[in-house]
Each structure stands twice: as C-alpha cells, then as structure tokens.
C-alpha cells in the first residue's frame, strides 16, 4: 500500500491565482482531513470528510473547497491565493472516527 | 475550548541518554484521546504513541512511555535510550468526541539527539 500520497511536493503560486491539491488514499480509510501547518505550528483542520459526497469545515476553512467524490481521492482547492496561506498542507485520512490518522508527506505552498 | 500546550520549544538529549517532553492540556471532557506525533525533517507525520483517558494505565511502545495525570492534564513522553533517529519535532494532540472533529495539536518542542 502507498498510504497517504499528495501532489504536488512543492508549488510556488501568485496573489489570485489557483490551484488544486491532490490527495489519494489507498487503505479504503471512510474519513479524510486537511490540515495546515504554519511555521513553529502545530497543525490546524481546514476540512474533513466523513465518506464520499460529504465534507464539513474544520477550524481554518475560510479560501478554501473541498469535495469528495470517491472514496480515495479528497482534492483541496484554493481560489484566488492570498500570501496568509503559505503553509505546509497536511492531508490525513483514518478507518472510522476514533481510527489512527495517517498522514501524507505534504505540500509546501508558498504564495507570493 | 479545548487546549494543548507544550511549554519546551527545544530539548536536547545525548544518545542512550533518556529525555521526557512535557505536554499539558485543557478540556472539559471525562472521555478523550491523547497522542504524541513524530515529524522528522522528512515532514512526514508519524504517530508514536496514544492514550484513551478512560485508561489509568499509561501507554508504551518499546522506548516511548507516557505519563498521564488525569487529575493535573498532564500527558509527558518519555524517550529512553534516545537514538540520533530521533531527532525531530513532536507534537502532543487532543481528540475528544465526537471524534470526527479535529486533532488539537500543541506548538511542538524540537528534539535534538547528539552523539
């Protein structure tokens, strides 16, 4: 199994511009989650996902969407890119609510 | 709110030597989880160990110990006989029901093991 995986590793973005981060698990896991880790942070949740078609806000999901169409895949979106989400973007996914969340290597964004 | 606070932003250990990193907490809640997350400069998050505070006994994984004082909201992890494989940031983190809500993590403390 592969685990957790996320692209891409790095990306360098503009003000305004938009992206999408990918994330796919292979373990069959029903509950995903994004978190943002910003310098000397612990993480913080911007969205979860209890099973395919249905997501809800974390702590932190302001210019942020998220969907889940499939079991597997739980895309990140970011419209118009602000400077204030320049973050190490977790992804994590875990076998029902009270499961071990495993975690995805992570993207580096930086918004310039 | 629920809080997680870890009062050592770095520690230091020699190796073979033993280290404890400090974290306490805040809730409410008689029912929760407790864990210690791992994330070396490879940036992967790994979970070293977890409590469910409904148990008095304290967690163990081979070198890793914890410490919980329910009482006092205390949850310490002790590493012993500390391997320059350790070196890393750990997070301490706080679940509480209904469990699909989020991990509360605590700031960090940077672990450095010198030989």
């Known amino acids: 199994n592969a685990g957790v995986t996320q692209t891409p590793k790095f990306r360098i973005l503009k003000i305004g511009q938009s992206m999408t981060l990918q994330c796919t698990q292979d373990?069959?896991?029903?509950?995903m989650y994004w978190y943002r880790q910003d310098p000397g942070m612990g993480l913080k949740l911007i969205y979860y996902s209890v099973g395919a078609g249905i997501t809800d806000k974390g702590e932190v999901p302001n210019g942020y969407n998220v969907s889940r169409s499939t079991t597997e895949d739980f895309p990140l979106r970011l419209e118009l890119a602000a400077p204030s989400q320049t973050s190490v973007y977790f992804c994590?996914?875990?076998?029902?609510?009270?499961?071990?969340?495993?975690f995805g290597p992570g993207t580096r964004l930086t918004v310039l | 709110a629920q809080t997680v606070t870890q009062s050592q932003p770095e520690m230091s250990v020699q190796e073979a030597e033993t280290v404890t990193l400090s974290c306490t907490y805040d809730?409410?809640?008689?029912?929760?989880?407790l864990f210690w997350y791992k994330q070396p400069p490879s940036r992967q998050m790994i979970l070293v160990i977890r409590q469910e505070a409904y148990k008095q006994q304290n967690a163990t994984e081979n070198r890793f110990s914890v410490n919980f004082q329910k009482a006092a909201k205390s949850f310490s992890l002790k590493i012993s006989d500390s391997q320059l494989g350790d070196t890393a940031m750990y997070f301490c983190?706080?679940?509480?029901?209904?469990?699909?809500?989020?991990?509360?993590f605590g700031t960090g403390t940077r672990l450095q093991v010198f030989p």
């Open positions: 983190a706080f679940m509480k029901p209904p469990w699909s809500d989020k991990l509360i």
């Open positions: 809730t409410s809640e008689s029912n929760y989880y």
């Open positions: 373990m069959n896991h029903n509950y």
């Open positions: 994590a996914s875990s076998y029902g609510q009270e499961g071990e969340q495993f």
